[in-house]
């Protein structure tokens, strides 16, 4: 079982940035891809960025590249979502994923075994 906790969200004006953080316990992540996702009032749930486990290759969606990164820091068992160019449309609740052990990462749900409570993070025009 993995534990995820989301932190960093918050208010900010467009053109401003947030540092998302995921800290996973109950087990090492680092062979574990791991993923954010996002959820807008109304909408369904959409992935936003992935990163394997295994050379840390990262993907995005089209909407946040260039713009979002995902990085993770295996000795502090923690993923990071830095947020630069915040637009109002990237308002919503981000949840932080984890997949199984030593599997492919996805961008995908179903791809994802365990989930975070969420953070808000919502962006002011």
């Known amino acids: 079982q993995v534990q995820l906790v989301e932190s960093g969200g918050g208010l900010v004006q467009a053109g401003g940035s947030l540092r998302l953080s995921c800290a996973a316990s109950g087990r090492s992540i680092s062979v574990t891809p791991m993923g954010w996702f996002r959820q807008a009032p109304g909408k369904e749930r959409e992935f936003v960025a992935a990163i394997s486990w295994s050379d840390g290759t990262t993907s995005y969606a089209e909407s946040v590249k260039g713009r979002l990164t995902i990085s993770r820091d295996n000795a502090k068992n923690t993923v990071y979502l830095q947020m630069n160019s915040l637009k109002p449309e990237d308002t919503a609740v981000y949840y932080c994923?984890?997949?199984?052990?030593?599997?492919?990462?996805?961008?995908?749900?179903?791809?994802?075994?365990?989930w975070g409570q969420g953070t808000q993070v919502t962006v002011s025009s």
């Open positions: 994923a984890a997949g199984r052990p030593a599997t492919t990462v996805t961008i995908t749900t179903r791809g994802y075994a365990y």
